[in-house]
């Protein structure tokens, strides 16, 4: 029996009600999601091993992933739900997850080599002051990478991606509740936001064909 898909935004709604951890974690098991993040931070995990901050990390996927490659990791989040259910399903590593604001990270100036952060520059209630403290943490010659989902992403170009994919059921209505409720920024506004942080050499990558982007710069002073 097929599953209507307005049931499945249904029950993505009633999720975000009801327990947006258990949601979190569903959509980190879709291949869509995770082919996005993985291909974004491959670009930046080297052979040697470098101290990461995933902030925004949610119930702790990315972050997971990112110490299965070797490296030291530290995962943040605002919700105090989303980090008790982070530290429950990595219980077996030695992830570092922290309950905080985004906007005052508590590392110490200097000590990260590589900040991840999936989906907050474009809901955090001050972008500039999240730029500010992720240049304070970030260590000479650190990078850091803000993935979100881009401006001028239409719903005809989301439902062209979706049939060219063959994404159905609940793969296609989370990634539709995503395209319609999350806000979007535009390229150029984050690039200067970490140009007044003090970060240099930004660049920009598309993903899923053009819906999500990454904007990357590095602190070189």
């Known amino acids: 029996m097929t599953v209507p898909e307005s049931l499945y935004a249904v029950q993505i709604r009633l999720l975000m009600l009801l327990s947006p951890p258990r949601l979190f974690s569903k959509i980190s098991k879709l291949d869509w999601y995770r082919k996005i993040l993985h291909t974004w931070v491959d670009a930046y995990l080297d052979a040697r091993s470098m101290r990461v901050l995933d902030v925004g990390c949610a119930t702790g996927y990315l972050t997971k992933y990112v110490f299965s490659k070797g490296h030291q990791v530290s995962g943040v989040d605002v919700s105090r739900r989303m ?4 530290k429950k399903e990595n219980s077996t590593t030695a992830i570092d997850f922290k309950l905080c604001n985004e906007k005052e990270l508590p590392f110490q100036k200097g000590s990260i080599d590589l900040v991840l952060s999936a989906s907050v520059i474009n809901i955090t209630s001050n972008p500039a002051e999240f730029a500010e403290q992720v240049f304070r943490v970030c260590k000479h010659d650190g990078i850091v990478s803000f993935l979100y989902p881009v401006s001028g992403f239409t719903d005809a170009d989301l439902h062209r991606s979706v049939r060219e994919l063959g994404i159905s059921g609940f793969s296609k209505a ?5 395209h319609r409720s999350a806000p979007k920024l535009l390229i150029n506004e984050v690039e200067q936001l970490l140009l007044e942080a003090g970060f240099e050499q930004i660049k920009s990558k598309q993903f899923f064909q053009g819906m ?9 002073g």
């Open 83 to 86: 980090i008790s259910r982070a």
């Open 174 to 178: 989370a990634l539709m509740a995503w």
């Open 212 to 220: 999500v982007v990454s904007v990357s710069a590095k602190k070189i």
